[in-house]
Structure formats: C-alpha cells, structure tokens
C-alpha cells in the first residue's frame, strides 16, 4: 500500500520557521519526483517545490525561492521542506506527492500520482 503522510504543520509567528516532512511507504522513492503543493484558503492548489532523484532535479518556485529548501532522505524514503522567513501568504494547507514523471507542477497532478492528506501551516502576522 502506498503511503504518504505528511507532518510539521502548526501556527508560527511571521518571520519564524517550520520543517514539514513527507514520509513515504510503498514505492521506490528514488524514482519518483516528489513534490510539495500548497493550496491556501479560496485559492487553487500550486506547486512550490520538487526533487526527483533519478536525475537529481530539483525546482524551487519563485514564491519560495531562498526561503523555502526541499530535500530528501532516500534510505528512508522520506521528503523535508524547510521554511524560513515565513509570511502571512504562507499560510495553507500543503501536500506532498509523488508521480513518475519529470518535475513539472503541470503534469504531477495529471499523471498517476500519489498524495499525503496534508498538513496545516498558519502563519500569524
């Protein structure tokens, strides 16, 4: 059974900093892009982070980048994504998931793919 469960959402102050993890079970982590995707309140799910190991890609969107790092543990299977100097526009649910495909935040949520039931993330102003 394929699983991933994601942790390490809560309520942190504007500016402050949280480590989300994705821990995965039930297919060959390595060969999968594993992706974070956040959807905030009234708004659309988007893509802000992916790593794939079968090339070693790795793509940082622009709202994130240089707060936000995506990296993975493979032995455990198990995706991190740490945020720094976070902002009220920060706050949403985000989601991992993984999809045999290239780290394209278009074609992950087309493709057959796998997601976590995601974690809540506040951030107060």
């Known amino acids: 059974e394929v699983q991933l469960v994601e942790s390490g959402g809560g309520l942190v102050q504007d500016g402050g900093s949280l480590k989300l993890s994705c821990a995965t079970s039930g297919f060959v982590f390595g060969d999968y892009a594993i992706a974070w995707f956040r959807q905030a309140p009234g708004k659309e799910r988007v893509g802000i982070s992916c790593?794939?190991?079968?090339?070693?890609?790795?793509f940082t969107a622009d709202a994130v980048k240089g707060r936000f790092t995506t990296y993975s543990d493979y032995a455990k299977g198990t995706a991190f994504l740490q945020m720094r100097e976070l902002k009220p526009e920060d706050t949403a649910i985000y989601y991992c998931?993984?999809?045999?495909?290239?780290?394209?935040?278009?074609?992950?949520?087309?493709?057959?793919?796998?997601w976590g039931q995601g974690t809540r993330v506040t951030v107060s102003s």
């Open positions: 790593s794939r190991g079968l090339d070693g890609s790795t």
């Open positions: 998931a993984a999809a045999l495909v290239e780290c394209d935040f278009a074609t992950i949520p087309s493709a057959p793919n796998y």
